[in-house]
Structure formats: C-alpha cells, structure tokens
C-alpha cells in the first residue's frame, strides 16, 4: 500500500485510539453512574444517525464516487460541490418540516411513557442537521486522503461529553442541558472543519443549484438514490436496536447495551481508519476501471483490517474480569457480557471480508449494495423483534450478528460472481488460524488464582504470542515493514 496511505491510516488510527482510550476511561468510570442518562444520550444519538442517510438524501458518497472526475478542475469541483450541497440543504428542509408536523405524533406514539423523553425528543431535530453537515465535509475530506482532521474533532467530544455527563449526574446542570452542548460541539466541529478546509484546500462554495447535464445527472440522481436505500438500511440494520431496546426493555437497558456497543466499536478503529483511506482509491480506481488494483486492496485490506481487530478483541475479552472489577454498578454491567461477545464476533465478520462496501458501492452494481443493506435491515429487525423480549440486550446483540455475518457473506458472494475477486487468501486464512490457536491456547487455563491478574497476564501473553508468531511467519508484508520501520526508528533513538 502507498506509503502516505498508510501513515494517514495510522495516524488517523492513533487519533481514534486516543479518543476510545478517553473513551474507554468514561465508560468504566463515568457513564455507569447513570445508566439511564447514557441510555437516553445513546437513544438520541442514534436516532439522529439513524435519520442522516434520509437527509442527505443520498448524496454523501455522491461526492466521494463522482469527484474523481472533477477533481483536475477547480472550477468543475466548486460548482460540482455547491450542487451536491443543495441537495443536502434541500434534504435538511424537507426533514425539519415533515419533523416539526409529526413530532406529536412522534411522542404520543413511541414516548408516551417517558415524559423526560418527551421534552427531550425535540433535540432530534438540530442534532440530525448538524450531523449531516459534519457527513458532508468529512466526506470532503476522504477525497484529499485526510481523514485524521475530522477524526481529531470526534475524538474531542470523547473529553468534551464525559464532562457535561457528570455535572448531570451531580447536578451542576440539568439532564436538558446534554443535549444542548452536543449542538454546541457540532456547530464548533463544523466550522473548524470548514475553516481547515478552506485554509488547506482551497475550499470555497458556488451558488446552490441542482445538477445539471454536465454533471452526469441522470447516473448520479439514480447512485443517490440507491445509497439512500443502502444507507437506510444501514441505519435500521446497526442503529434501530437502540430504539428498539429502548422502546422495548427502557433507558437502563440501552444503556448497558450502548457500553457494549462502544466497547466493540473500539476493536474496529484500525479497520475504520483503512476504512476511510481506501474508500477515494476504490473510487477511483473503480472510475478508471482497474479491476486488478482493485482485488489487490481488497485481499490487503482484508488481511490489515482482520489483524489489529482480532487482537483487540482477543485484550477485550481477556480483559473483561478487569472492567468489571473498576466499574461501577458491577452487577449491572456484568449483564452485558454475552451481547458484548455477540457484537464482537460481528465487528470480525466485517473486517475479515476488507473493503466489500467500497468495490460495490462505486461500481456498476451499487444496486445490490442498497438491495442487500434493506434484506439486512429486514432480518435485523425481524430478530430484534422476536429476540429482545426474550433475552433482553443479548437477543439485540445476536440479531446484530447475524445480520452483520449474512449481509457480508452475501456481498462476498455477489463479489465473487460479479467480479470474480475475493478478499481471501492462504495469508488470511493462516492468520486466522494463528489467531484462534493464540486464543483459545490461553483462554481455558488458569494461570493465577487472581483473577485481575489472571487477565493481565492472558492480555500480555495473547499479545507477545500473537504479534511475534505473526512477525516470524511473514503473514503480512505491510505490517513487517511497519514493525521492522518503527523498530529501527527506536535503535536510532536509543543510539
């Protein structure tokens, strides 16, 4: 992979890590302090993410697949740009006024119980926009290759949040004040962000106006489209259980599901950084139509995606008895054990298949992508449905999972048959391999009769047995020159 590719991707990853770690550090010690308060913050927050693919109506990879070809002109971008921001403002009018005339409605049919949430349903509506305004520069940014911008500002609302959190809990301020500084922070992120771009890029907006022939209307109204499918049922499939788990078990069990949620998601920053990186040379190389480039970073990336997960999966795990002896409200947390193994076992079903949404979302057949991301989204709430009455949290969990697991065995397949590439190779496969021996060597035994040592030592054995197994066999040529650079930087240094 290109060496500046990487280092974006790295220090991206770095930034996020620093984020979760702050992270990590609020959800052990602060957001178990009010279980019920974080499970509102989760609700509200992913409704909000849940409406953003309905707002944007389609349009931000519009403006990651269709730049390539306005990118050599200056004067073809900003017109092009100032098109697809009329199509975010437009969507952004048409969602505050169908909001303010069903909110009522809203309330009385989902909310009737909660009158806290009836006073607070409100911020859905500002949070929403502001969250598509920040969709849409970050997406600006993807296509300079600069991901890390934006991930720094979402790694400050990992300090800024924990602190507005516990003056509520403590009672410094009113539970309504979080919702407010969550607007705050988003107005402050967008116009830094702006700011960056104008000052690095050149970033400037044309007069709104809708697409024209010049711009491949027609191809890019029916792309739109499609992504608007696949991002709804991108949002159903990975956001509805929330409300679905609110709605059904109440704040307090959104809330531990929420922690679980977090914690997983931190086993995939890595994979969402190459994520991020890879998602512009998809598009381009998928413009250019070099088929043979494109199956190179699709077998790479499933292999630089699967490593760093597995392996924080596997400190998850090994770490649990340690979390659980620091947090608060232990027995309750402790309930998340199972939904958390669920939802980890998804987040290495998505890395392990690389890159599947970007060769399918900037190809020819981006249609499947939207059709295969509704079937999910159907699946997902069908099983939430049935499961979270019975098992609570874990049944949200094990619906994520199954629906993670089907939905990128069949892109694979549809790969497969469409483009006769794959994301595996005899590499993955051994990696995999080593991965699960290094574990379940490990997690059966006894080592220490402490338990919090017990788990300290497993993380520090999984770690030195994974990573110099892994060094040793050459399974992965990108991560061998990385520890080999990083290596010599540190004898130079210590010289």
Not at 376 to 381: C, D, E, F, R
Not at 423 to 443: D, E, N, R, T, V
């Amino acid at each position: 992979m290109l060496h500046s590719s990487r280092k974006e991707s790295i220090n991206t990853s770095i930034i996020f890590f620093v984020g979760v770690a702050i992270g990590i550090c609020s959800t052990i010690f602060i957001y178990p302090k009010d279980l019920e308060l974080y499970g509102f913050y989760g609700f509200l927050t992913n409704t909000a993410s849940l409406l953003v693919p309905f707002v944007s109506l389609g349009f931000s990879s519009v403006l990651i697949k269709y730049f390539p070809a306005h990118k050599n002109s200056t004067e073809s971008s900003k017109r092009f740009f100032g098109s697809v921001l009329f199509h975010f403002v437009l969507g952004i009018t048409l969602f505050a006024l169908l909001f303010i005339l069903s909110y009522d409605w809203i309330k009385t049919k989902f909310l009737a119980e909660d009158s806290t949430f009836h006073q607070l349903f409100l911020f859905v509506l500002p949070i929403t926009i502001l969250y598509v305004m920040y969709e849409l520069l970050s997406s600006y940014c993807i296509n300079f290759f600069k991901t890390s911008p934006p991930a720094l500002l979402t790694s400050l609302m990992k300090v800024f949040l924990p602190t507005i959190f516990l003056c509520c809990v403590y009672g410094y301020v009113e539970k309504w004040f979080l919702p407010i500084s969550i607007c705050l922070f988003y107005i402050l992120t967008i116009t830094l962000l702006f700011q960056y771009l104008k000052r690095k890029h050149n970033f400037s907006i044309e007069i709104l106006t809708p697409l024209n022939r010049n711009f491949q209307s027609k191809d890019i109204y029916l792309f739109a489209f499609f992504n608007l499918l696949g991002g709804t049922g991108s949002a159903l499939a990975l956001r509805l259980d929330s409300f679905m788990l609110t709605s059904m078990s109440g704040t307090e069990a959104n809330g531990i599901f929420s922690l679980a949620y977090f914690i997983s998601n931190a086993s995939y920053i890595p994979a969402t950084s190459i994520n991020s990186i890879l998602d512009p040379k998809i598009a381009r190389l998928s413009f250019d139509k070099e088929s043979e480039s494109i199956e190179k970073y699709y077998k790479k990336s499933a292999i630089l995606m699967f490593i760093p997960s597995v392996w924080i999966c596997a400190c998850i795990l090994f770490g649990l008895p340690i979390l659980f002896e620091i947090m608060p409200n232990q027995e309750k947390v402790m309930l998340m054990a199972p939904a958390l193994v669920f939802l980890l076992c998804s987040r290495l079903f998505d890395a392990v298949t690389g890159v599947n949404h970007a060769i399918l979302s900037y190809s020819n057949y981006y249609k499947i992508e939207a059709i295969l991301m509704l079937i999910m989204a159907g699946v997902n709430i069908a099983l939430n449905y049935f499961l979270i009455p019975k098992y609570g949290i874990t049944g949200a969990a094990i619906s994520t999972c199954i629906s993670v697991f089907l939905f990128n065995f069949s892109k694979s397949i549809y790969i497969w048959n469409a483009l006769k590439i794959q994301p595996f190779s005899f590499s993955l496969l051994k990696i995999i391999g080593l991965s699960a021996i290094c574990f379940f060597s490990l997690y059966f035994i006894e080592i220490h009769s402490n338990s919090i040592f017990n788990s300290g030592l497993k993380v520090f054995l999984f770690t030195s047995l994974f990573s110099l197994s892994l060094y040793s066999l050459g399974l992965s040529l990108d991560y061998n020159q990385y520890f080999d650079t990083k290596r010599a930087q540190l004898l130079k240094f210590l010289k």
